[in-house]
């Protein structure tokens, strides 16, 4: 299922994947309230089908980690080999930040899942300001105090 959403004072495409298709369009509901034209997908594997056939490219990734089949890391490695400068968020509710480790290419930012609205905002807002990958720290979800550090 893909949604489409513009504003025509837009601050950017946002593409918005996650399986659970209501905190999809909830995302990009917040998105939209801030001037950001959206597109929610249902599937990783729809999302990177948008991107290869269309003509306007996302100014931003936002993408669940955890979905059935190709992962939002996945998404992400292929989507920056079709688009340059693209921006990317990872987020998750069942996978904390250090699964990062495992990969060589990183997000922008990392958010646990839930988050708030501000939290979001504010994220994309230093995307597209310059900064660079970092861990939103009140978006972390606590590690277990038996669990090795990082």
Same mark, same amino acid.
């Given at each position: 299922?893909?949604?489409? #959403?513009?504003?025509?004072?837009? %601050?950017?495409?946002?593409?918005?994947?996650?399986? #659970?298709?209501?905190?999809?369009?909830?995302?990009?509901?917040? !998105?939209?309230?801030?001037?950001?034209?959206?597109?929610?997908?249902? $599937?990783?594997?729809? =999302?990177?089908?948008?991107?290869?056939?269309?003509?306007?490219?996302?100014?931003?990734?936002?993408?669940?980690q955890v979905m059935p089949g190709m992962s939002g890391m996945e998404?992400?490695?292929?989507? %920056?080999?079709?688009?340059? *400068?693209?921006?990317?968020? !990872?987020?998750s509710g069942q996978v904390r930040d250090d699964v990062l480790s495992?990969?060589?290419?990183?997000?922008?930012k990392f958010l646990g899942k839930p988050f708030q609205p501000a939290?979001?905002?504010?994220?994309? =807002?230093?995307? #597209? $300001? *310059?900064?660079?990958?970092?861990?939103?720290?009140? $978006?972390?979800?606590?590690?277990?105090?038996? $669990? &090795? &550090?990082?």
């Amino acid at each position: 299922m893909e949604t489409q #959403q513009q504003n025509a004072q837009s %601050r950017g495409l946002v593409y918005v994947v996650d399986d #659970q298709e209501i905190f999809a369009e909830v995302v990009a509901a917040i !998105l939209r309230s801030e001037d950001f034209e959206t597109r929610t997908f249902d $599937s990783a594997e729809a =999302a990177m089908e948008q991107i290869e056939r269309s003509a306007k490219k996302p100014d931003v990734l936002l993408t669940d980690q955890v979905m059935p089949g190709m992962s939002g890391m996945e998404l992400i490695i292929k989507c %920056r080999t079709l688009v340059d *400068g693209l921006k990317t968020i !990872l987020f998750s509710g069942q996978v904390r930040d250090d699964v990062l480790s495992k990969y060589a290419v990183k997000p922008d930012k990392f958010l646990g899942k839930p988050f708030q609205p501000a939290v979001l905002l504010d994220t994309i =807002a230093e995307l #597209q $300001s *310059g900064t660079g990958f970092r861990v939103m720290p009140e $978006s972390v979800p606590p590690r277990n105090a038996d $669990s &090795p &550090p990082a």
